[in-house]
């Protein structure tokens, strides 16, 4: 073999071995804790934390609030009987923990005092914030850390609870990961005209630094199951908790905001009463800002096509093109309703633009953005608005009427 070429293979061979030799860096999962959900509460102190602070295990501290971490798997055998602030069993596939304090970055390594594994945060899913402690602080406070942290991952889904976040990440379903299973019902999006775009800790950062007042997902949890239902809304000036919007609400935004592909309208048949619904396969929504001198009004337009899935009429009445044509007329109603009910709460109730009102202006009147962008939220409280529904029955399911 020819010298030169066996100088390049032996040159070759040794970086291809310098290339494979794996991630240097990198650590046995047996060795870490995984966090998949970060829950975050006004303080309530656990009965560990209580009798180890009975027993000096104290620090300068002041009781802001309480950080839950979601650990999976949990380490069999440890804490199998609920106690103070964990809670694992071995029919449940995460382990909650608990710290208290005023410092986010501080309660982390406070588990470091109580674990012997590290928290690793590189997996986090779910960041779940109390309502109650979002009306208290600001988010830009809460998440300082979180949004710093390189650990973190800045896809994680950012949710409200209704109640305490402990709760959202708990669950009484043998086998079920409660941070999995608020990420898994984003996914629904296409079957439901009731939960909004996700909303990621990358995307909470723009959106706070924007200014504008925005919409979370709201978690409501009863008896150890949870359900999304509705939006918890932030004020943009102060990123504060300032009040919620129920789902028929979302449904009223959503036909203004999104082009629903899913979901369901129930309405009622005008002469009959019975329930009728209908299915959107699709729609488009247009926000056209209108402007006279300083003067600022909205008119929107929507437009959607779908399907007749329900029915109670009894007997069957046929679908003609009148009995269609007074169904889409009832469908119309019902979703104006539920515009109307919407915009009076951000206009009259709320005072805030969280349906992408200041976007449009912003786009097709630069130079009025201006001016009026660091009061939006009042000038929009006063903004008139138009709006008109169409809709379209284009089929009615397997029906052989």
């Keep these: 073999m020819n010298r030169y070429i066996r100088y390049a293979s ?23 804790s995984v966090i998949v959900g970060l829950g975050l509460d ?44 964990s809670s694992s069993s071995p029919s449940k596939a995460y382990l ?49 850390f979180i949004l710093r942290d390189n650990d973190i991952r800045p896809s994680c889904l950012v949710v409200v609870s209704h109640r305490s976040a402990l ?4 669950s009484n379903e043998p086998g079920e990961i409660p941070a999995l299973y608020l990420m898994g019902l984003v996914d629904n999006r296409y079957r439901s005209n009731k939960i909004i775009p ?15 007042s925005f919409l979370l997902q709201n978690v409501v949890t009863a008896q150890g199951e949870h359900k999304f239902s509705g939006a918890a809304i932030f004020k943009g000036s102060t990123k504060k908790w300032i009040g919620e919007l129920s789902q028929y609400d979302l449904e009223g935004l959503l036909w203004v905001m999104e082009d629903v592909k899913g979901g369901s309208l129930k309405t009622y048949a005008p002469k009959t009463g019975h329930t009728v619904t209908y299915e959107p396969k699709n729609s488009h929504s ?6 006279q001198g300083d003067e600022i009004s909205f008119h929107i337009k929507i437009e959607s096509e779908g399907r007749l899935i329900e029915d109670w009429s009894f007997p069957e009445i046929p679908s003609s093109g ?28 709320y005072h805030v633009d969280v349906g992408g009102f200041g976007d449009q202006v912003r786009i097709k009147h630069p130079k009025l953005w201006k ?31």
Excluded at 51 to 78: E, F, M, W
Excluded at 322 to 334: A, G, M, P, V
Aim: proline share 4%.
């Design 42 to 85: 006004i303080a309530n102190e656990s009965r560990f934390e209580r009798d180890i602070n009975q027993q000096g295990a104290s620090y300068p501290k002041k009781k802001v609030l309480t950080a839950t971490v979601q650990i999976v798997p949990p380490i069999t055998g440890k804490n199998e009987k609920k106690s103070g602030g």
């Design 10 to 32: 032996v040159l070759s061979a040794s970086l291809l071995l310098f290339l494979t030799t794996g991630c240097w860096s990198s650590n046995e999962i047996e060795d870490v």
């Design 167 to 170: 709760e959202a990440l708990s």
């Design 371 to 401: 001016k009026v962008k660091e009061n939006w939220d009042e000038t929009f409280s006063h903004a008139p608005i138009t709006y008109e529904v169409k809709m379209n029955i284009t089929d009615f399911g397997s029906s052989t009427d």
């Design 198 to 212: 996700p909303m990621s800790l990358i995307k909470l950062d723009s959106t706070m630094q924007s200014g504008e």
């Design 96 to 144: 909650n923990e608990q710290l208290t304090g005023d410092s986010v970055f501080q309660i982390f390594r406070q588990f470091s005092l109580r674990r012997d594994r590290p928290l690793v945060a590189h997996h986090l899913k779910v960041i779940v914030v109390s309502s109650e402690l979002a009306r208290r602080y600001s988010l830009e406070q809460i998440f300082d």
């Design 286 to 291: 247009t926000i056209i800002p209108k402007v």
């Design 322 to 349: 009148q009995y269609i044509n007074e169904l889409e007329q009832q469908f119309e109603e019902e979703a104006r309703k539920q515009i109307e009910q919407v915009l009076n709460k951000m206009q009259h109730v």
